[in-house]
């Protein structure tokens, strides 16, 4: 863990405490751009690379492979905007994770199913949003646009594989 408290300080053990697997709840491959994003059972994570089949899949240096959201924010994300829900296409992130607040591996690795990846940031929302949702969409996905991650290890992934801390 780089920049984070000392080895077994009270916060690193916090840190570091058990925490509950999450579950992969969706898959979304954007094949180019401006093209709808397409909903898959399951996708297969390329190692430095991305999601096969996604228009990102290794275009993109540094981290940004994989863009993952929680599902619980977009219901948050519904709620700002008035609406009963938002489809995760709407987002044009690759993966929904429920069950797991995706900042707590920050700075660290996890695995969905037997794939390994690896946090590398947050993933802000970017103009699109207020084409996508009209005014106030950028603002109503701040701080609930999820992370990135680069893929370790590649493998498989399918929709109910747990997300877990590696």
Same mark, same amino acid.
Request: aromatic share 4%.
């Given at each position: 863990?780089? =920049? #984070?408290?000392?080895?077994?300080?009270?916060?690193?053990?916090?840190?570091?405490?058990?925490?509950?697997? &999450?579950?992969?709840?969706?898959?979304?491959?954007?094949?180019?751009?401006?093209?709808?994003?397409?909903?898959?059972?399951?996708?297969?994570?390329?190692?430095?690379?991305?999601?096969?089949?996604?228009?990102?899949?290794?275009?993109?240096?540094?981290?940004?492979?994989?863009?993952?959201?929680?599902?619980?924010?977009?219901?948050?994300?519904?709620?700002?905007? &008035?609406?009963?829900?938002?489809?995760?296409?709407?987002?044009?992130? =690759?993966?929904?994770?429920?069950?797991?607040?995706?900042?707590?591996?920050?700075?660290?690795?996890?695995?969905? #199913?037997?794939?390994?990846?690896?946090?590398?940031?947050?993933?802000?929302?970017?103009?699109?949003?207020?084409?996508?949702?009209?005014?106030? &969409?950028? =603002?109503?996905?701040? &701080?609930?646009? #999820?992370?990135?991650?680069?893929?370790?290890?590649? #493998?498989?992934?399918?929709?109910?594989?747990?997300?877990?801390?590696?």
């Amino acid at each position: 863990m780089t =920049n #984070g408290p000392p080895p077994g300080s009270p916060l690193a053990r916090l840190l570091d405490a058990p925490m509950a697997p &999450g579950r992969l709840a969706w898959i979304g491959l954007r094949p180019a751009r401006r093209a709808p994003v397409l909903a898959a059972e399951a996708a297969v994570l390329v190692p430095g690379e991305g999601l096969a089949g996604d228009r990102w899949r290794g275009a993109v240096t540094g981290g940004r492979q994989v863009t993952l959201v929680a599902a619980e924010h977009l219901a948050a994300i519904a709620a700002y905007l &008035g609406l009963e829900a938002v489809a995760p296409e709407r987002l044009r992130r =690759n993966l929904v994770i429920a069950g797991l607040n995706l900042l707590a591996l920050k700075g660290r690795r996890f695995a969905i #199913g037997d794939a390994l990846l690896e946090h590398s940031g947050e993933c802000h929302p970017c103009s699109r949003m207020e084409e996508e949702f009209g005014p106030g &969409g950028y =603002n109503a996905v701040r &701080g609930h646009g #999820g992370i990135t991650a680069r893929v370790i290890e590649g #493998g498989t992934i399918r929709r109910g594989d747990a997300v877990r801390r590696a």
